[in-house]
T-cell receptor, first 113, second 113 residues
Framework: DTAVSQTPKYLVTQMGNDKSIKCEQNLGHDTMYWYKQDSKKFLKIMFSYNNKELIINETVPNRFSPKSPDKAHLNLHINSLELGDSAVYFC????????????FGDGTRLSIL | EDKVVQSPLSLVVHEGDTVTLNCSYEVTNFRSLLWYKQEKKAPTFLFMLTSSGIEKKSGRLSSILDKKELFSILNITATQTGDSAIYLCAVEPSYEGAQKLVFGQGTRLTINP
């Protein structure tokens, strides 16, 4: 009965490859987010979707492309992976328009060799 | 630019001690401040604060917000080893659409038995 689930939990790959991370939430929320947490533990927002529509798009290289097939899913595709992409990527969800907290998944640790 | 600064960055205390974690912020059009606890995986929600001077309490944890001085504190009394974690503070600026959180760098709290 996990609320926000991400797959895979770990991803080890070589520079230049393309990879995807999937996220699903069963909380009935209408807004989903992707965050990047670097080695210094800073969590920074990357994208947000509300009802499948892109709402927040921070300064992120266009090698990163989010896709939301429906409001319960938000996937992150990364092209041409670089060493600096190594981080933990967190998915989160919330109910927009109300003062409700965001709920986070367990994260995907991406390591680029 | 919206900014959140937490202090101390790291804190080591003995079980049973009381700790106070600090969070100061600069944000355009403040909406709310949130505290999260991050152990090994997902940040888990602790408190959301929107009004000055009203203490939020949950067991041994409590938090209060000062919107005039732009800071919040998180208190933990009678600490236990299970309180060891990174505590993250985030502010939510008023923003059309999704909830956009700006996180601090976290305080790493270690409770020794």
């Amino acid at each position: 009965d996990t609320a926000v689930s991400q797959t895979p939990k770990y991803l080890v790959t070589q520079m230049g490859n393309d990879k995807s991370i999937k996220c699903e939430q069963n909380l009935g929320h209408d807004t989903m987010y992707w965050y990047k947490q670097d080695s210094k533990k800073f969590l920074k927002i990357m994208f947000s979707y509300n009802n499948k529509e892109l709402i927040i798009n921070e300064t992120v290289p266009n090698r990163f492309s989010p896709k939301s097939p429906d409001k319960a899913h938000l996937n992150l595709h990364i092209n041409s992976l670089e060493l600096g992409d190594s981080a933990v990527y967190f998915c989160a969800s919330s109910q927009a328009g109300r003062r409700q907290p965001q709920h986070f998944g367990d994260g995907t640790r991406l390591s680029i060799l | 630019e919206d900014k959140v600064v937490q202090s101390p960055l790291s804190l080591v205390v003995h079980e049973g001690d009381t700790v106070t974690l600090n969070c100061s912020y600069e944000v355009t059009n403040f909406r709310s401040l949130l505290w999260y606890k991050q152990e090994k995986k997902a940040p888990t929600f602790l408190f959301m604060l929107t009004s000055s001077g009203i203490e939020k309490k949950s067991g041994r944890l409590s938090s209060i917000l000062d919107k005039k001085e732009l800071f919040s504190i998180l208190n933990i009394t009678a600490t236990q080893t299970g309180d060891s974690a990174i505590y993250l503070c985030a502010v939510e600026p008023s923003y059309e659409g999704a909830q956009k959180l700006v996180f601090g760098q976290g305080t790493r709290l270690t409770i020794n038995p």
